[in-house]
């Protein structure tokens, strides 16, 4: 069982910078692929960022050139580095984990993201 825990949700101006980080438990962080998913209200949820056990990353259209996700194995962390922020960033922004074999997957509780316009 992994437990991820989310934190640097907060409300900011459009066209501001906020970076969130999602800390893991155990001692296989390092094997874990791993990525972060946001939902809005009404809206399904959609991968934002995704980046691999070797440090491959991959970005959905809508956040390419903004976002950054970036993994410390040392620390057991991911972050996600959001720059110029627009008022249709926002939602609820989650970090999942998912073993080296695809089988299991794990998510944390979310952190909100609020960009005014």
């Known amino acids: 069982q992994v437990q991820l825990v989310e934190s640097g949700g907060n409300l900011v101006q459009a066209g501001g910078s906020l970076r969130l980080s999602c800390a893991a438990s155990?001692?296989?962080?390092?094997?874990?692929?791993m990525g972060w998913s946001r939902q809005a209200p009404g809206k399904q949820r959609e991968l934002v960022a995704s980046?691999?056990?070797?440090?491959?990353?991959t970005y959905a259209d809508s956040v390419k050139g903004r976002f950054i996700i970036s993994r410390d194995n040392d620390k057991n962390k991911v972050y996600l580095q959001m720059n110029s922020l627009k008022p249709e960033d926002t939602a609820v922004y989650y970090c999942?984990?998912?073993?080296?074999?695809?089988?299991?997957?794990?998510w944390g509780q979310g952190t909100q993201v609020t960009v005014s316009s």
């Open positions: 999942k984990a998912r073993t080296p074999t695809g089988m299991s997957a794990y």
């Open positions: 155990g001692d296989r962080f390092s094997t874990y692929a």
């Open positions: 980046i691999t056990s070797g440090g491959i990353t």
